[in-house]
């Protein structure tokens, strides 16, 4: 439902799945692939976005780059998009630059690492990216430490066991990330830290208190909470 949600057309739809070889690594493709069958078209934004999604999907399959593992229904009009669920092994991702990127549509890639070593590899070559997701255990997040340390650079939130289509608008939220997620990563574009987009610093020094704006005035008329001397104080 994350890849598929809106038709895929989410910023962060998980384009990327970075598993395990584990037991459980088969029956969880099987179980993914079962479901994107399951999906209806989704509506598009409009022709062009279409286009480009169908043709992104098929630079993917181009070449054995990836292998088609599901597929979602197909819609009769309109401009729907088909869900495409593709696999790949790490060494591959590793050796295709291009497979990192983005097909903006109801698509993702499921990709196998048959090492630890190959996995963190894979997380050194991302570039920038709004969110990266681990779901694991106590013990997973234990053996996989430096893994966090790797993704704090390439990504602007870091979730565990849970999925980032869940953007909450609060005032911890970054909605950003290192280039080219986004052009300046220190901006977020959804949270209460948004309004600093459209803001630049301004100092005034030694102004007298009627020329400076309301906020910045010694007697606060405004009664609002100000950073003096770096200690937040609304006197």
Same mark, same amino acid.
Request: aromatic content about 8%; glycine content about 12%; overall charge negative.
């Given at each position: 439902?994350?890849?598929?949600? %809106? ?5 962060? @739809?998980?384009?990327?799945?970075? +598993? ?25 934004? &409009?022709? %062009? ?13 181009? %070449? &054995?780059? #990836? ?18 669920? *593709? ?11 291009? +497979? ?9 890639? $499921? ?22 997701? $681990? ?13 966090? &340390?790797?993704?704090?650079?390439? #990504?602007?939130?870091?979730?565990? @066991?849970? *999925? ?31 309004? $600093?987009? *459209? ?6 020094? @030694? ?12 007697? @606060?008329?405004?009664?609002? *909470?100000? +950073? $003096?001397? %770096? ?5």
């Amino acid at each position: 439902q994350s890849v598929t949600l %809106g038709a895929g057309q989410f910023c962060t @739809n998980p384009g990327l799945v970075f +598993l395990p070889v584990a037991t459980s690594t088969e029956g969880f493709t099987d179980a993914v692939a079962g479901h994107f069958r399951d999906v209806d078209a989704g509506v598009m934004l &409009n022709e %062009g976005i279409r286009t480009a999604y169908e043709r992104g999907v098929e630079e993917l399959k181009s %070449g &054995n780059r #990836v292998k088609l593992l599901a597929e979602g229904r197909k819609g009769e009009t309109g401009y729907t998009g088909a869900a495409r669920v *593709f696999t790949a092994p790490v060494g591959r991702y590793l050796d295709d630059p291009d +497979l990192e990127e983005e097909v903006f549509g109801p698509s993702t890639v $499921l990709i196998t690492g048959d090492s630890r070593e190959k996995l963190l590899a894979a997380a050194r070559k991302l570039g920038g990216h709004l969110t990266a997701t $681990l779901f694991a255990t106590e013990g997973d997040l234990a053996e996989y430490g430096d893994l966090v &340390n790797i993704l704090e650079q390439k #990504v602007g939130r870091l979730i565990i @066991n849970a *999925f980032p289509t869940g953007v909450e608008v609060g005032y911890a939220m970054v909605h950003g990330g290192p280039y080219p997620a986004t052009t300046d990563p220190k901006t977020t574009s959804v949270g209460t830290r948004a309004i $600093l987009r *459209f803001a630049r610093p301004v100092c005034y020094q @030694n102004f007298p208190p009627s020329l400076l704006p309301p906020a910045l005035q010694d007697d @606060n008329p405004l009664g609002i *909470f100000r +950073l $003096l001397d %770096g200690e937040w104080q609304r006197g």
